[in-house]
């Protein structure tokens, strides 16, 4: 049977509407907080929430397809991506920004058939902003059309990265390390606590290049379609084709641009399990 992408794409934005009312009607009040890897690798109970309302939507309309979300992995669940038609989940993007009421987390979900991304959406309710993408019919903001900067000058690029939810020695230099080297070039940086809303900021045009290196598919599958539908690019740091499951990635405003960030970084592949 043939999957009927419009259905699916109309059925999960609605539902995503309903899980930016639960965010938004949250994020100023007092959250119960767990600790998973660290006390800066947090979750809490609307994270839990809201994927169990995503998934338990999707399953009842769509009984055979998969999922790959934050809150289930951490449980234990392996993250595999198949063939089959996976939707890839992140509840709260910017779970510490959600816990300090800072007005800038998103859900992030994307839909994958035989691996390629068909359907993203990426959406802040605190901000109502809300960027979709459909594979070949262009990404929008709140129903309007965005595309990327188109910068390609690495002095007047604005770049995005995040520390991350590790503590690990290497990783954390190699973190700062990076950060030392693009700031000395750079137009401007910033790390606004959401990977994936950094994402979408390339694909309006608002930043001109993204990287980080620790991230999951969660994070970055829907700015992944979103990014590409606007126009950009997206790559590994060290210049290859992105991986969704190797943790690690690059977009940009022009390739042009990527390929003057690739030299630059200091390259670090994370464990799969880390």
């Not at 920004?97 to 859900?107: A, K, Q």
């Not at 770049?159 to 030392?180: C, K, M, P, Q």
Request: glycine share 8%; net charge negative.
């Amino acid at each position: 049977m043939t999957l009927d992408l419009d259905e699916c794409y109309e059925h999960v934005l609605g539902l995503v509407e309903q899980a930016g009312q639960i965010i938004a009607s949250r994020n100023y009040g007092e959250k119960t907080v767990v600790e998973k890897s660290s006390n800066i690798d947090l979750l809490t109970e609307t994270d839990q929430q809201v994927e169990r309302l995503l998934m338990d939507g999707i399953t009842g309309k769509y009984p055979d397809h998969k999922f790959i979300g934050e809150e289930e992995t951490s449980a234990g669940k392996k993250a595999e991506l198949t063939d089959d038609p996976t939707w890839i989940i992140d509840p709260v993007d910017g779970t510490m920004n959600f816990v300090h009421s800072f007005p800038h987390s998103c859900v992030s979900i994307a839909l994958l058939v035989n691996k390629q991304a068909e359907i993203g959406i990426i959406y802040n309710p605190m901000v109502n902003q809300k960027f979709t993408a459909r594979r070949g019919k262009g990404a929008f903001m709140n129903e309007k059309q965005i595309r990327v900067s188109g910068e390609t000058r690495l002095e007047y690029a604005l770049a995005t990265t995040e520390f991350g939810t590790s503590r690990d020695e290497e990783r954390t230099a190699i973190v700062l390390e990076n950060i030392g080297k693009l700031v000395r070039v750079v137009h401007g940086m910033r790390s606004l606590g959401s990977a994936a809303l950094n994402m979408a900021m390339v694909a309006l045009g608002g930043a001109d290049f993204n990287y980080e290196c620790g991230i999951h598919a969660w994070d970055i599958a829907a700015g992944d379609l979103i990014v590409r539908e606007a126009g950009g690019v997206c790559l590994d740091p060290a210049g290859g084709p992105l991986d969704l499951m190797s943790r690690r990635v690059l977009c940009a405003s022009s390739q042009e641009l990527a390929d003057k960030v690739v030299p630059l970084l200091t390259q670090y592949y994370p464990h799969p399990r880390d």
